[in-house]
């Protein structure tokens, strides 16, 4: 895990995590040479975006982007081998760009070790093109010691960077639309406020997306003044 420390208040955690991988190949007219195998490597790359707390209280939001796709050049059975293989996956590196290069470096070292493991199992096969699958995922987290509203203007700064689009506000006058109901703990599942994390009170009003999630009004509303998306599951209202 890397860490980019940002003023005071701010860090960020980096996570490379492999999600599954795999390789494939017809056993039928296989090579005499192994190194006469030709092998392409795919790797799908998956980011996730999400903000907590110092003491680890995970606010109920994030953004996942992706899967990127990337290929490797058509290789020589041997390069499965080099700790340098996934240099021969072009647009790998820009997938990336936006985090720091410890993560690239991560990713890569992932790479070889599949890489590596795919040629032990099928040397002996010598198929005559190989297939390789490989699921990344990425997770930057932005750790706050904030009030909450601080928070909350650091998630959203972190989605507006993933997404490289400027935040749009949902329209005053569907916001003013928006239904109430009194809030009853046994019909839902959610028992707290995704933006200022306090439990519901039974009996409280609580403002209702049209996705059915719930917040105070007074939570909901400067945040829809911001962003036209639901906090906790990110469906579009009206701008």
């Given at each position: 895990?890397?860490t980019a420390?940002l003023?005071?208040?701010h860090?960020?955690?980096?996570r490379v995590?492999?999600?599954?991988?795999g390789?494939?190949w017809?056993?039928e007219d296989?090579v005499?040479?192994?190194n006469d195998?030709?092998?392409?490597?795919k790797?799908?790359i998956?980011?996730?975006?999400?903000?907590?707390?110092?003491?680890?209280?995970?606010?109920?939001?994030?953004?996942?982007?992706?899967?990127f796709?990337?290929?490797?050049?058509?290789?020589?059975?041997?390069?499965?081998?080099?700790?340098n293989?996934?240099?021969?996956?072009?647009?790998?590196?820009s997938v990336l760009?936006?985090?720091?290069?410890?993560?690239f470096?991560?990713?890569?070292?992932?790479?070889?070790?599949?890489?590596?493991?795919?040629?032990d199992?099928?040397?002996?096969?010598k198929?005559?093109?190989l297939?390789?699958d490989?699921?990344?995922?990425v997770?930057?987290?932005?750790?706050?010691?904030?009030?909450h509203?601080?928070?909350?203007?650091?998630?959203l700064?972190?989605?507006?960077?993933?997404?490289?689009?400027?935040?749009?506000?949902?329209?005053?006058?569907?916001?003013?639309a928006?239904?109430?109901?009194?809030?009853?703990?046994?019909?839902?599942?959610?028992?707290?406020c995704?933006?200022c994390?306090?439990?519901?009170?039974?009996?409280?009003?609580?403002?209702?997306?049209?996705?059915?999630?719930?917040?105070?009004?007074h939570?909901?509303?400067?945040?829809l003044?911001?962003?036209?998306?639901?906090?906790?599951?990110?469906?579009?209202?009206?701008?």
């Amino acid at each position: 895990m890397s860490t980019a420390h940002l003023p005071v208040e701010h860090y960020r955690q980096y996570r490379v995590k492999v999600v599954k991988y795999g390789a494939g190949w017809r056993e039928e007219d296989p090579v005499e040479n192994a190194n006469d195998s030709c092998v392409i490597i795919k790797v799908s790359i998956t980011k996730v975006d999400q903000c907590t707390t110092i003491d680890d209280r995970q606010i109920g939001l994030g953004l996942v982007q992706g899967p990127f796709d990337t290929y490797s050049e058509r290789l020589r059975f041997s390069f499965l081998r080099k700790t340098n293989v996934a240099q021969h996956i072009p647009h790998l590196g820009s997938v990336l760009q936006s985090y720091p290069i410890e993560v690239f470096f991560e990713t890569q070292k992932y790479i070889s070790w599949i890489c590596e493991k795919a040629a032990d199992a099928v040397e002996g096969i010598k198929p005559r093109e190989l297939g390789i699958d490989i699921q990344i995922e990425v997770t930057r987290t932005l750790v706050c010691d904030e009030q909450h509203y601080q928070l909350q203007q650091s998630l959203l700064e972190l989605i507006d960077e993933a997404n490289g689009n400027k935040l749009v506000p949902a329209a005053p006058s569907f916001v003013k639309a928006l239904k109430t109901k009194k809030f009853d703990k046994r019909d839902s599942k959610i028992d707290q406020c995704a933006v200022c994390f306090d439990e519901y009170l039974m009996g409280v009003y609580v403002t209702v997306m049209p996705c059915s999630h719930t917040y105070h009004r007074h939570c909901i509303e400067p945040w829809l003044k911001k962003t036209n998306t639901c906090p906790l599951c990110r469906q579009q209202i009206p701008t």
